[in-house]
């Protein structure tokens, strides 16, 4: 179970720091696509990303918590997953591309920081 646990918080640190430079390099990239003759069109990435984000959560905070009762890191964890479904079902669609970014960012902030307290713990109970 423990080796399940670092896996999943290192696939958790990758999704969700993979994310941040996606939403950060974005609208830059956005620019230079029509020069480069591409569309805009990134969802299969999004939904990459919902899946490399969520599973990580659900296969490492959770029994990271149950095994170190760790509170912090599963309501970060948690604050940060709820942050990013709201960002891409509803903040997107609604307000637009700026406010998903915004909303996501701060999401995997608080995914990268609950993945590192977590993998911290796993690390002193060796």
Partial sequence: MKQ?????????????ALCLVHCLAMPLLLVAFPLLGLGTDHHAL?????VGVS?????ALVPGYV????????????AGLSAF???????????????ETGAAVGSS??????????????????
Wanted: proline share 4%.
């Fill in 109 to 126: 902030v608080l995914l990268l920081a609950a993945h590192l307290r977590n993998h911290r713990y796993c690390k002193e109970c060796r």
């Fill in 46 to 50: 999004h939904d990459a990303l919902l």
């Fill in 85 to 99: 479904l709201v960002a891409v079902f509803v903040l997107g669609p609604r307000f637009g591309e700026w406010a």
């Fill in 4 to 16: 399940l646990i670092r896996f999943a918080d290192y696939a958790g640190i990758a999704a969700s």
């Fill in 55 to 59: 599973l990580p959560v659900l296969l």
């Fill in 67 to 78: 095994k170190h009762r760790d509170p912090a890191a599963l309501g970060l964890g948690l």
